[in-house]
């Protein structure tokens, strides 16, 4: 079974920068997507990031021109750099494959956005 695991959550100022990282614990084949998911409390789920293998990286409006999200295959880790975050980024941020019909997730890192 796959595992996936972020990390490089905590508390950041507002326009500072943090970079979350996923890494899984072994070499997934047949991946169609790799992503980034939020979540603040009260709120669903929400798309940040995600790369389509082979295909494009799309954002959501709200994070565009301050996330950037890659890949290195090698390491088989996803990365997410949050540029000027906002307190509206508040949030537990998730990383999701899309590999061979499954869906694997990790289970969350925290990131607070606040002076």
């Known amino acids: 079974q796959v595992q996936l695991v972020e990390s490089g959550g905590g508390l950041v100022q507002p326009g500072g920068s943090l970079r979350l990282s996923c890494a899984a614990s072994?070499?997934?084949?047949?991946?169609?997507?790799m992503g980034w998911y939020r979540q603040a409390p009260g709120d669903e789920r929400e798309l940040v990031a995600v790369i389509i293998i082979g295909g494009s990286i799309k954002y959501a409006d709200s994070v565009k021109g301050r996330f950037t999200t890659s890949r290195d295959n090698a390491k088989n880790t996803v990365v997410l750099q949050m540029n000027s975050p906002k307190p509206g980024d508040t949030a537990d941020y998730y990383c999701?494959?899309?590999?061979?019909?499954?869906?694997?997730w990790g289970k969350g890192t925290q990131v607070t956005v606040s002076s």
């Open positions: 072994r070499t997934i084949f047949s991946i169609y997507s």
């Open positions: 999701l494959t899309k590999a061979g019909g499954n869906d694997y």
